[in-house]
């Protein structure tokens, strides 16, 4: 089996994932590339797809969900994730017992079973035959209509993603600032099933192809698999890879990654964006200790990352109609690097057609 010398771990995440090099121009080649994008946050995740595009606008994002290029479900983990629509059935396919077995303790805290599924997902399919988009509040009321019980916001969500789970709705065009639910059948193209291995070797080839390096606890965490679905997965694709040891860890890879040189690049990530959240060990690229200490301060700060690494977090307010990005570096902050982080939130600023004020803070 082929072998790298030497690799080095962020640049080569940087390009694979494509925040460095050449970037996509339409969202869902993004989405098809990466497999799935963590997308519990929609605002945070279109900045996600936009990072990886050239010029990518806000507008040209949402046009491309509106248009159901790119869709939003519950799949491989208990959250939303952007993904294709060519890969959404399968992906489900795979994914959705374990996702119903992660979120079994709300099933029966909730007093909910598979004939309450039923029944509410009878309900749910009706309304939205005919491509009537609803919203959640909508569809409780279809809920109530039909006899169910919708209970506490928490028993409704429970409700709503069972039915993502088992391909009854998917998300439709938003409403304003609303999301709204389509019926699966009529959003996503009909394809051909694939077998579960099939399923399991084409996860694998996409995660360490977009996301490599990377380990093999790290693709069981990102795709919601057990370590031996995991493994046999990589085994199934193995032969496409190469592989390094660094630091006593085996990493994968596509065995056409290039060396990258590094980039003095910086980025403005959301939250939840794939170049941390898509890995079990994360300290290839950040520090814990001294994000936490960030983190604690500033809650649901979003990390600042040049040549790689967090130095950072970074937080958008909205003053007076302007809109303000602060800048909490926990490390010296090179002039050079300054100005790339200044270059990132203008080019923030341009994805959101404003025209943003940085604000550094100690």
């Known amino acids: ?193 694939i077998a579960r291995d099939q399923a399991l070797a084409e996860l694998a080839r996409r995660y360490f192809t977009s996301h490599g390096p990377a380990q093999l606890r790290d693709f069981a965490w990102w795709a919601g698999l057990t370590l031996g679905d995991a493994r046999a997965g990589l085994a199934m694709v193995e032969r496409d890879l190469v592989q390094d040891t660094v630091d006593g860890r085996t990493y994968w890879l596509s065995s056409s990654t290039r060396p990258h040189s590094r980039s003095r690049a910086a980025y403005l990530l959301p939250l939840y964006d794939e170049y941390l959240i898509a890995y079990k060990d994360r300290s290839a690229a950040l520090d814990a200790s001294r994000w936490l200490r960030v983190f604690s301060r500033n809650p649901f700060t979003a990390p600042v990352v040049v040549n790689g690494q967090v130095v950072g977090g970074w937080k958008q307010s909205l003053a007076k109609g302007t809109m303000v990005v602060s800048i909490m570096p926990f490390t010296a902050i ?6 790339a982080i200044e270059d990132a939130v203008r080019s923030y600023g341009d994805f959101l057609g404003r025209d943003p004020e940085l604000a550094w803070q100690s």
């Open 1 to 193: 089996m082929p072998r790298l010398e030497m690799i080095d771990i962020t640049s080569a995440r940087l390009a694979n994932q494509r925040l460095s090099g050449t970037g996509f121009t339409r969202p869902e080649e993004v989405v098809s590339w990466l497999g799935a994008v963590q997308a519990q946050d929609y605002p945070a995740a279109k900045w996600s797809l936009a990072l990886r595009m050239n010029r990518a606008s806000e507008s040209t994002i949402d046009s491309a969900f509106a248009a159901g290029t790119i869709l939003r479900t519950h799949v491989l983990r208990p959250t939303w994730h952007f993904v294709s629509p060519a890969d959404i059935r399968w992906m489900l396919a795979l994914s959705k017992t374990r996702v119903s077995a992660a979120m079994a303790s709300y099933t029966r805290r909730f007093e909910l079973d598979a004939t309450v599924f039923r029944r509410s997902q009878r309900a749910i399919a009706q309304a939205l035959r005919g491509g009537v988009p609803l919203t959640r509040q909508e569809l409780k009321a279809v809920l109530q209509r039909a006899g169910i019980n919708p209970g506490s916001i928490q028993r409704l969500a429970r409700i709503v993603i069972q039915a993502e789970l088992d391909a009854v709705i998917c998300s439709g065009p938003a409403r304003g600032s609303q999301s709204t639910y389509v019926l699966f059948e009529e959003r996503v193209p009909a394809s051909r099933p």
């Open 334 to 339: 090179a002039k050079r690097d300054a100005a």
